[in-house]
């Protein structure tokens, strides 16, 4: 049976303390997992990260980091794609001095070409730059293209795929309330529904992209073009099912990262936690 790691994105909000100390506050309340939030920018200094990466070690906490949202590799400005490059190796030399695993990255938008294929390959593109401008040393982390809730968006699941594929040193985040909203909860319906997505992505990517799968969950709000609003586990009129996607991760045995993005973070991930234990008994 696979083993199923919880935590929040960002600080905890019932924590006051120095980041370096969440990992002791995140074993103590029963969770095991951090997605360290660089989204405003990659701001935390060397020897803060190392202890981080120390203090999760010693907790047993596995730690991701979430890169700067202004990125956008598929832009028509040169600029702000080297500027986006930047964000992502930043963010890599980041993870590496914490000795994170992912780097979660919000890819870039189609506007401002013919198609979705030129706006992905061009995408592609600056990944490959990324990486090769990686000073050697960095070798734990790897990129990881979010499944994304907007249909502006780069990030359905056969481009994330097809990015992965042509990538080195990637793997996918899977987003399941993105999902749901991007496919106008159409997609995320039933248990099938996730053992589906989870096969497709090891079938075209190989066992180690869901080994450990890294993945964000919350109930979310949509309209027409996808993601409006995150909505906390509670909220019943929001969709998807956490037990839903649980069952499917317990079915298919798979080691996997579930991060709450829910507005109560460490609240809804013991929430998480606590449904996925009571089905496993």
């Known amino acids: 049976m696979g083993r199923l790691r919880f935590g929040p994105a960002g600080k905890p909000l019932s924590f006051k303390g120095k980041m370096e100390k969440v990992p002791e506050f995140l074993e103590a309340i029963g969770l095991d997992a951090l997605e360290y939030e660089a989204v405003r920018g990659v701001r935390i ?5 190392r202890l981080l990466g120390e203090e999760a070690k010693r907790h047993g906490v596995v730690l991701s980091i979430h890169a700067p949202y202004f990125i956008n590799l598929a832009s028509p400005d040169p600029s702000v794609v080297e500027r986006s490059i930047k964000r992502i190796v930043d963010s890599m030399v980041a993870a590496e ?5 992912a780097v979660v990255v919000h890819t870039g938008y189609y506007k401002g070409h013919k198609s979705k294929e030129d706006a992905v390959r061009q995408a592609i593109e600056g990944y490959r730059k990324a990486i090769e401008m990686l000073p050697d040393w960095v070798k734990t982390p790897e990129v990881s293209p979010e499944v994304m809730g907007r249909t502006t968006a780069i990030g359905d699941i056969d481009e994330v795929i097809q990015i992965c594929t042509e990538v080195e040193r990637c793997r996918p985040t899977i987003d399941w309330a993105h999902l749901y909203a991007r496919y106008q909860g159409e997609r995320v319906k039933t248990v099938d529904d996730v053992i589906q997505v989870v096969e497709e992505f090891e079938k075209n990517l190989g066992k180690h992209a869901v080994d450990p799968l890294h993945t964000h969950f919350s109930k979310i709000e949509y ?8 909505h906390t586990l509670s909220e019943e009129e929001y969709g998807p099912e956490w037990s839903i996607v649980c069952q499917a991760y317990l079915e298919t045995g798979i080691n996997a990262v579930i991060i ?6 460490e609240k809804d991930a013991l929430l998480m936690k606590k449904i996925c234990m009571e089905k496993r008994k």
Request: glycine residues 12%; hydrophobic residues 25%; without cysteine.
């Open 97 to 101: 001095w914490m000795q994170a695993y």
């Open 260 to 265: 709450s993005e829910s507005p109560i973070l």
């Open 223 to 230: 309209g027409k073009g996808g993601e409006k609003e995150h």
């Open 45 to 49: 200094s060397e020897e803060k990260a």
